[in-house]
């Protein structure tokens, strides 16, 4: 767990005082370190660079961190190295950002950090100003290791390290037919770089079927699926590029995937007839190892993802929230295999009724999970035995410091208030 804010850790002497030449490199990183003394010192005083940067800088905030990349080359080198960068990453503490989305214009986007069951107060990481029009409307953000990805319902795609600052705008993927979709972001294990991925409509046609009973029209989709990648050792010229992949076997839908450790999930229309009659849909596996995707069944509980429904992920686990009513959630959690074996976890019932949504997400505390009703209540569920925690109502109780002297609460205003599982990371976005 980080203990970075840590003051006297940051002023120790042997840190400001030794001398910093190139030419050593640390068994660890294989980057150029600044040297000490001489292996043949016996000074008691001798700290290996190795526990410098590997057991004592390591633990600092990145705050601290980004200061300390401007002592020398070789300091900078080694903090921007990928070893160091992943290091800090694992001793991260895990907590939350929350980035409010108001249903009214607005011209800053802002996202705050958050202690759940620690303080009631959030505090100001990032602001970003858009113009002229303000900030586009933007479905539940996605995190992973240390970036906040925002993805927004006509197309773009933003990515931001609320820890170091850095705000990126993807560049602009395929056309599609259908404006709103929504776009998958998480870690490739195999190459050790980040992907995002996003699907697109090509065309749709409309076949009347008469076999069927009271007549109607089944639609169907010319569908595309294509990924960006950055990190590892992406280079400068592929690194956030869309490229196609293989196109999806169903038309996926307008709904927040899933990442879990080498795969994206989505849910997908398998059929359809119209009037807007849903006949049944499917969840689509894509790889990201071989970049293919695999048919996967719903859980026995539901043959479509419904309105009020979403899939998550606890552990390294798919999950399926099932609201089977406004006062109940089932928790199916799947078995990653070839078939995806679902099993009922656990059913909840909700303190308040959910008038959309309740989300689930994973929590720092082994066998329980935190759920969001409608964006505005926080609770913690315990998943041994069902019962609720409320840690905080959002409208009500959350205090959002601006960092200028002034915390506001938001109050009665409709207002989303997405909680997002965060830790920081010293991660860049753009290649170096």
Same mark, same amino acid.
């Given at each position: 767990?980080?203990?970075?804010?840590?003051?006297?850790?940051?002023?120790?002497?042997?840190?400001?005082?030794?001398?910093?030449?190139?030419?050593?490199?640390?068994?660890?990183?294989?980057?150029?370190?600044?040297?000490?003394?001489?292996?043949?010192?016996?000074?008691?005083?001798?700290?290996?660079?190795?526990?410098?940067?590997?057991?004592?800088?390591?633990?600092?905030?990145?705050?601290?961190?980004?200061?300390?990349?401007?002592?020398?080359?070789? #300091?900078?080198?080694?903090?921007?190295?990928?070893?160091?960068?992943?290091?800090?990453?694992?001793?991260?503490?895990?907590?939350?950002?929350?980035?409010?989305?108001?249903?009214?214009?607005?011209?800053?986007?802002?996202?705050?950090?958050?202690?759940?069951?620690?303080?009631?107060?959030?505090?100001?990481?990032?602001?970003?100003?858009?113009?002229?029009?303000?900030?586009?409307?933007?479905?539940?953000?996605?995190?992973?290791?240390?970036?906040?990805?925002?993805?927004?319902?006509?197309?773009?795609?933003?990515?931001?390290?609320?820890?170091?600052?850095?705000?990126?705008?993807?560049?602009?993927?395929?056309?599609?037919?259908?404006?709103?979709?929504?776009?998958?972001?998480?870690?490739?294990? #195999?190459?050790?770089?980040?992907?995002?991925?996003?699907?697109?409509?090509?065309?749709?046609?409309?076949?009347?079927?008469?076999?069927?009973?009271?007549?109607?029209?089944?639609?169907?989709?010319?569908?595309?699926?294509?990924?960006?990648?950055?990190?590892?050792?992406?280079?400068?010229?592929?690194?956030?590029?869309?490229?196609?992949?293989?196109?999806?076997?169903?038309?996926?839908?307008?709904?927040?995937?899933?990442?879990?450790?080498?795969?994206?999930?989505?849910?997908?229309?398998?059929?359809?007839?119209?009037?807007?009659?849903?006949?049944?849909?499917?969840?689509?596996?894509?790889?990201?190892?071989?970049?293919?995707?695999?048919?996967?069944?719903?859980?026995?509980?539901?043959?479509?993802?419904?309105?009020?429904?979403?899939?998550?992920?606890?552990?390294?686990?798919?999950?399926?929230?099932?609201?089977?009513?406004?006062?109940?959630?089932?928790?199916?959690?799947?078995?990653?295999?070839?078939?995806?074996?679902?099993?009922?976890?656990?059913?909840?019932?909700?303190?308040?009724?959910?008038?959309?949504?309740?989300?689930?997400?994973?929590?720092?505390?082994?066998?329980?999970?935190?759920?969001?009703?409608?964006?505005?209540?926080?609770?913690?569920?315990?998943?041994?035995?069902?019962?609720?925690?409320?840690?905080?109502?959002?409208?009500?109780?959350?205090?959002?410091?601006?960092?200028?002297?002034?915390?506001?609460?938001?109050?009665?205003?409709?207002?989303?208030?997405?909680?997002?599982?965060?830790?920081?990371?010293?991660?860049?976005?753009?290649?170096?």
């Amino acid at each position: 767990m980080l203990v970075g804010k840590n003051n006297d850790m940051m002023m120790k002497p042997p840190i400001s005082k030794r001398p910093c030449r190139r030419g050593w490199k640390s068994p660890e990183s294989a980057l150029p370190l600044p040297s000490g003394s001489s292996s043949s010192s016996s000074s008691s005083s001798f700290i290996p660079d190795e526990i410098i940067f590997f057991e004592i800088l390591v633990l600092l905030p990145v705050k601290s961190l980004l200061c300390f990349q401007a002592v020398c080359k070789s #300091w900078r080198a080694t903090l921007t190295s990928t070893p160091f960068v992943r290091r800090h990453l694992e001793l991260s503490r895990s907590t939350m950002v929350v980035v409010p989305r108001k249903y009214q214009a607005s011209r800053f986007l802002n996202i705050f950090s958050f202690q759940p069951g620690e303080s009631k107060c959030a505090e100001l990481m990032v602001r970003k100003e858009f113009q002229p029009y303000g900030v586009p409307a933007f479905s539940i953000p996605l995190h992973c290791v240390g970036l906040i990805l925002i993805p927004a319902l006509m197309g773009k795609i933003f990515i931001c390290n609320p820890a170091t600052g850095e705000f990126v705008e993807l560049p602009p993927g395929s056309p599609s037919l259908l404006h709103e979709h929504r776009v998958a972001f998480g870690f490739d294990p #195999w190459s050790g770089a980040y992907k995002v991925a996003r699907h697109f409509i090509r065309s749709y046609r409309d076949i009347p079927q008469m076999d069927v009973e009271e007549g109607g029209t089944i639609r169907e989709y010319s569908c595309g699926h294509e990924i960006l990648t950055f990190g590892g050792d992406v280079g400068k010229e592929e690194a956030l590029v869309w490229k196609a992949t293989v196109d999806p076997p169903y038309p996926i839908k307008a709904r927040t995937p899933i990442c879990l450790p080498g795969a994206f999930f989505w849910s997908a229309l398998k059929s359809m007839l119209l009037p807007a009659k849903v006949i049944s849909n499917v969840i689509l596996r894509f790889s990201l190892l071989d970049e293919t995707f695999t048919v996967h069944p719903n859980p026995p509980c539901s043959d479509y993802l419904g309105g009020n429904d979403s899939l998550s992920a606890l552990g390294e686990k798919l999950c399926y929230i099932h609201s089977t009513s406004p006062w109940e959630i089932s928790v199916w959690l799947a078995e990653d295999g070839p078939n995806l074996a679902w099993s009922l976890c656990r059913r909840v019932c909700l303190p308040i009724p959910r008038m959309l949504l309740a989300f689930a997400c994973a929590s720092t505390e082994r066998d329980k999970i935190s759920i969001t009703v409608d964006a505005c209540i926080l609770l913690r569920c315990d998943l041994r035995d069902g019962s609720l925690e409320e840690v905080i109502n959002m409208p009500r109780d959350m205090l959002y410091d601006l960092r200028n002297g002034r915390k506001i609460n938001i109050g009665a205003l409709f207002v989303a208030h997405y909680t997002v599982p965060y830790v920081e990371s010293l991660l860049r976005i753009r290649p170096p």
